[in-house]
């Protein structure tokens, strides 16, 4: 297979369908979205410690199994809404922009606290373990609310929807599966951080600016 045809075929996608720059800022909300510890870091970091990370990394494939679901139930939701009225635009974009506004708050009112994780005698066979990681995600209520907040402002209205969302669903999944291997591959590492009251303040309001820098992009997108 010729290599360079593949990552020409790549580029003519994203230009026709997507602009370069529009992926690369929502590349960056992805990124900060996946190390922004949550229940999925915390699945994935308790996978790591008791079962390793060869066998524990089969969680996040069920983690990301049910954002697949929800980036499915978003995009026909929002599809249809957009469908009904040109000021849904409008309506999502700033909803998005507040929400994310109300991230940052949480993250730089956020309490240190300590983050325990239970270590599991039984050994889990790998089906367990996918499901599991699917269960996380999908009774995470606010991974609809953020995907909604966030997903829409990166659309072209002009260009067809579906491949936009194939795009920006497979940079999302590419990026956590990265984050989620070093949760769970450096586990004892990263829970070592995390349980310093010092180091989660200032993790704390890290992702409290990035958070507000992110609304303040949003708040600039145009349709």
């Avoid at 297979?1 to 992805?30: D, G, H, K, V």
Wanted: charged share 10%; aromatic share 14%; glycine share 6%.
């Amino acid at each position: 297979m010729n290599n360079p045809l593949i990552i020409e075929a790549l580029l003519l996608i994203f230009y026709f369908f997507m602009s370069y720059q529009i992926w690369f800022a929502y590349m960056l909300a992805c990124c900060v979205i996946s190390v922004s510890p949550g229940a999925g870091a915390i699945a994935s970091m308790s996978s790591g410690l008791n079962y390793g990370f060869r066998r524990g990394y089969w969680n996040v494939l069920g983690l990301q199994l049910a954002l697949i679901v929800q980036i499915i139930i978003v995009a026909a939701g929002v599809g249809v809404l957009f469908a009904t009225t040109p000021l849904a635009f409008l309506v999502v974009k700033w909803f998005g922009v507040l929400y994310l506004l109300y991230l940052a708050y949480l993250q730089w009112t956020a309490p240190t606290q300590s983050i325990d994780i239970q270590t599991d005698q039984t050994q889990k066979s790998i089906p367990k373990l996918i499901f599991h990681g699917f269960l996380v995600n999908m009774s995470n209520p606010k991974a609809i609310v953020f995907l909604l907040a966030v997903l829409p402002q990166f659309l072209d209205l002009n260009k067809p929807q579906w491949i936009q969302y194939v795009i920006m669903a497979a940079t999302m999944i590419t990026i956590d599966l990265i984050v989620m291997a070093g949760y769970t591959g450096l586990a004892a590492k990263v829970l070592r951080l995390l349980k310093s009251p010092k180091q989660q303040k200032y993790m704390n309001r890290t992702f409290a600016v990035l958070f507000s820098c992110a609304a303040a992009l949003l708040s600039l997108v145009h349709q």
